[in-house]
T-cell receptor, first 112, second 112 residues
Framework: AQSVTQLDSQVPVFEEAPVELRCNYS??????LFWYVQYPNQGLQLLLK??????LVKGINGFEAEFNKSQTSFHLRKPSVHISDTAEYFC??????????FGTGTRLQVFP | DGGITQSPKYLFRKEGQNVTLSCEQN?????MYWYRQDPGQGLRLIYY???????QKGDIAEGYSVSREKKESFPLTVTSAQKNPTAFYLC???????????FGEGSRLTVL
């Protein structure tokens, strides 16, 4: 079965430090990849997406992610986090344009 | 502005009562979805609809019902048959082609 794995349920980090949130998916010929962010008691907002082309994708709020086909990964990175980045982050994959499959989420907690 | 409106944002109900959550969109998207979110479990698909007057069960449809009489509207009824209805419910739309979803702000249901 197709799946998405977010390896870390929680990631604590100090403000201005770099962060990487990991995401792996089961192999497929054709995938579209997404990262969403969710602030408390709100819906999900799209951070960035990979559809085709360059494997390095830049999104909003200074986040970026790299599509690595050989490792079946799509890790999210930010070189310097802010307190306001504290939120839940979801990786999602669409296989052959089918419905999105979501990971279980990673809670990013930024400390001053 | 185009968007997805969910109401109510917070809802309390007694055991044994049915409750209906509203989802309205003016994005002119064909597909609409309902997800349930519980802590540590990510998003689980309840129902989805790709066209008016048609809908399909998702992974956890038991105890829920939906209708799709208009393109703009996709209400979700949480019935008394749902054994553990307390959760955060998210409505989403899909403009087609890549699987990218657009989310409403969510409705938090608490059963007393």
């Amino acid at each position: 079965a197709q799946s998405v794995t977010q390896l870390d349920s929680q990631v604590p980090v100090f403000e201005e430090a770099p962060v990487e949130l990991r995401c792996n998916y089961s192999s497929s010929v054709s995938v579209y990849l997404f990262w969403y962010v969710q602030y408390p008691n709100q819906g999900l907002q799209l951070l960035l997406k990979y559809l085709s082309g360059s494997t390095l994708v830049k999104g909003i709020n200074g986040f970026e992610a790299e599509f690595n086909k050989s490792q079946t990964s799509f890790h999210l990175r930010k070189p310097s986090v802010h307190i306001s980045d504290t939120a839940e982050y979801f990786c999602a994959v669409s296989y052959n344009t089918d419905k999105l499959i979501f990971g279980t989420g990673t809670r990013l907690q930024v400390f001053p | 502005d185009g968007g997805i409106t969910q109401s109510p944002k917070y809802l309390f109900r007694k055991e044994g009562q049915n409750v209906t959550l509203s989802c309205e969109q003016n994005l002119n998207h064909d597909a609409m979805y309902w997800y349930r979110q519980d802590p540590g479990q990510g998003l689980r698909l309840i129902y989805y609809s790709q066209i008016v007057n048609d809908f399909q069960k998702g992974d956890i449809a038991e105890g829920y019902s939906v209708s799709r009489e208009k393109k703009e509207s996709f209400p979700l009824t949480v019935t008394s048959a749902q054994k553990n209805p307390t959760a955060f419910y998210l409505c989403a739309t899909d403009r087609g082609g890549t699987g990218e979803l657009f989310f409403g702000e969510g409705s938090r249901l608490t059963v007393l």
